[in-house]
């Protein structure tokens, strides 16, 4: 059973940066497609980025792009998240989810993950 933890929310001012960082045990990430997700209060969970199992292959949506860079490193089992020039409309609770096989399914799909963390909160205020 995979154990994912995010850290390295927190609270930030509009232009600001964050790195957030996904930590797994349990399982190795060896294998594993990581997506960050993101949820803000009375919305519903939105994909965020997406990196395959052996990091060669990213993705974001359009809102992100050029701001939000996704990185991994299988070696210590770690996925990070930066977010550089932080708007007002980024706040949300950060997750991410680890999927062994995506069975043609889009990664932007929640139900397409097997194992999720618990969320690091974001908050970008002036």
């Known amino acids: 059973q995979m154990q994912l933890v995010e850290s390295g929310g927190g609270s930030v001012q509009p232009g600001g940066s964050l790195s957030l960082s996904c930590a797994a045990s349990g399982v190795s990430l060896n294998g594993y497609a990581i997506a960050w997700f993101r949820q803000a209060p009375g919305k519903e969970r939105e994909a965020v980025s997406y990196i395959n199992s052996r990091g060669g292959n990213t993705d974001y949506v359009e809102s992100v792009k050029g701001r939000f860079t996704i990185s991994r490193d299988n070696d210590k089992n770690m996925v990070y998240l930066q977010m550089n020039s932080l708007k007002p409309e980024d706040p949300a609770v950060y997750y991410c989810?680890?999927?062994?096989?995506?069975?043609?399914?889009?990664?932007?799909?929640?139900?397409?993950?097997?194992?999720w963390g618990q969320g690091t909160q974001v908050t970008v205020s002036s």
């Open positions: 989810a680890a999927r062994f096989l995506s069975y043609g399914r889009p990664w932007t799909l929640s139900h397409a993950y097997d194992y």
